[in-house]
């Protein structure tokens, strides 16, 4: 069965400070791997998504995440924060046939201090 | 373009009332449908995913039941609300044919408060 693990319920860090989301997983076979971002009140957006290829994956708003196989990890990375970044950040897998949907991780709530 | 809608976006019923969510979608055909249940703001609970009209498939016991009587319809249920069924309720698509790049698309949800 898959599943993923957010370690962090809460990040902190200064603004124009480089940020870090930490995720990992476990599924079998190759890995379908995603980041959402969700704000109060809100649905999820989808940030990024790793499915093959280059390891490191950009997406939207300046983030990028990087896949480590060996570490079974696919954490959320920005060189430089922003306050407008702050908000519920989802990490979830998908395995690469049959299933339809998503395993969420339990959220890590990012603040971008000002 | 395809769009996502839900309704109502707020919601505050007794205990004991009946509970009807909607969920549509526009711009594609024949997707996949879920909802999903956000408790405390937090963890996403996958309740049910839809493959085609009439087809559901229940990923918890519970409560609740979810119906779809067109294709792009999706309408989350209750016969009698439970407190321990309020939360933040979140409808989601993905292609059903094609290439299937995997991610989902969610609405922006209903939140129900039951008293």
């Known amino acids: 069965a898959q599943s993923v693990a957010q370690p962090e319920d809460q990040v902190n860090v200064a603004e124009g400070n480089p940020l870090t989301v930490k995720c990992t997983y476990s599924?079998?076979?190759?890995?379908?791997l995603f980041w959402y971002v969700q704000y109060p009140n809100r649905g999820l957006q989808f940030l990024l998504k790793y499915i093959t290829g280059d390891n490191l994956v950009k997406g939207s708003y300046g983030f990028e995440a990087e896949f480590n196989k060996s570490q079974t990890s696919f954490h959320l990375k920005k060189p430089s924060a922003l306050v407008s970044d702050s908000a519920l950040y989802f990490c979830a897998v998908r395995a690469p046939t049959g299933a339809n949907n998503l395993f969420f991780g339990t959220g890590t709530r990012l603040t971008v201090i000002p | 373009s395809q769009t996502i809608h839900q309704w109502p976006a707020t919601l505050v019923q007794p205990v004991g009332s009946p509970l009807s969510l909607e969920c549509t979608v526009e711009g594609t055909s024949n997707p996949n449908l879920y909802w999903y249940r956000q408790a405390a703001g937090r963890g996403l609970q996958l309740l049910f995913y839809?493959?085609?009209?009439?087809?559901i498939s229940s990923e918890v016991p519970q409560n609740l039941s979810a119906s779809r009587p067109q294709d792009r319809q999706f309408i989350l249920s209750s016969k009698k609300l439970l407190l321990s069924d309020s939360g933040f309720y979140l409808c989601?698509?993905?292609?059903?044919?094609?290439?299937?790049?995997?991610?989902?698309?969610f609405g922006e949800g209903s939140r129900l408060t039951v008293l």
């Open positions: 989601a698509w993905t292609p059903n044919r094609g290439r299937v790049t995997g991610e989902l698309f």
């Open positions: 599924v079998s076979g190759n890995p379908y």
């Open positions: 839809s493959v085609g009209i009439g087809q």
